[in-house]
């Protein structure tokens, strides 16, 4: 008796040690999450509701924040020309540049796939265009984009066409934004390459043996099996052409379009745009922030709807 007594008092101990252990592993793994913490609450979610409140007043940032509720959502919607032409103007570079981006990133991973010679100085290269970015981006493509001395129009007069006015012209500036936003395809190029790189050979065999050719491979086994990287990077090019700002603003914003970024007449004015020049030049914070979760809702809408139609064309290894 007396050592069953023993026994017990021993198991009793053993999870009360182990409790009390659980307790401070998690009081230490709170204390070092709470820097996160902080900041999560202080510089993201605060800002966030703040500027969802800030949407529901009239105010300039000079005298307090008068309420007027979805006063800033009806002239929006109803009242704003700038409004409308500004996600117009997103829609068609977000229409035009995403499956270009993804045709031409897929078509180069295709390419740096293969057994070559120098193949890691290759990669290199091809990927070394996205690292450029910001005002040196903008000043390389002011360059190929210029009326006199462009490298594009020199290459046109060379062949006895004509010069196009890149940023000048209502019909050709969105095309030359499209053109310009490629030269970042090489991080997407480089998420594809590992997809393709992680497609099982024993797939490519057994089409061969089925008398499957390049195209039906291409078509039967590499499009399937890469289609979550294809969702991966359609999900993201979508998200970020929707908030393009740095290279429209400096491509636009010198005198090939007037000026005034978002020239000529509107005619590149993306979300982003409008956004920055209603808080920051005209000084309408309230609306501006309407605007943001504006877009925000049209982002969150569109990926919603892209992850709703996974369903029919993503396909995961292992599902039957």
Known sequence: MAFARIGAARGGGAPRRRSAMARREAIAGYIFLLPWIVGFLWFTLGPVLGSLGLSLTDYSGATAPTFMGLGNYKQMFLNDALFW????VTT?????SVPLGLVLALAIALLLNQRIRFL???????????LVTGAALALLWQYMFNEQ???FNAVLNLVHLPSVPWLSSEFWVIPSLVIASLWGVGAGMLIFLGGLQGIPTELY?????????AWRKFWHVTIPMLSPTIFYNLIFGIIASFQVFVLVYLLTGGAASGGNPGGPNYASY?????IYQTAFQIGRLGYAAALGWVLFALILALTLIVFRSARLWVFY????
Do not use: H, N
């Open 120 to 130: 890691s100085i290759w990669r290199t290269i091809y990927y070394l265009p996205a």
């Open 270 to 274: 993306v979300f982003s745009i409008y």
């Open 205 to 213: 065999e057994a089409a061969m043996i089925d008398g499957a050719g």
């Open 92 to 96: 068609i570079f977000c229409v035009l």
């Open 85 to 88: 032409q500004s996600l117009k």
């Open 149 to 151: 001395f462009g490298l």
């Open 317 to 320: 290894a292992g599902e039957r």
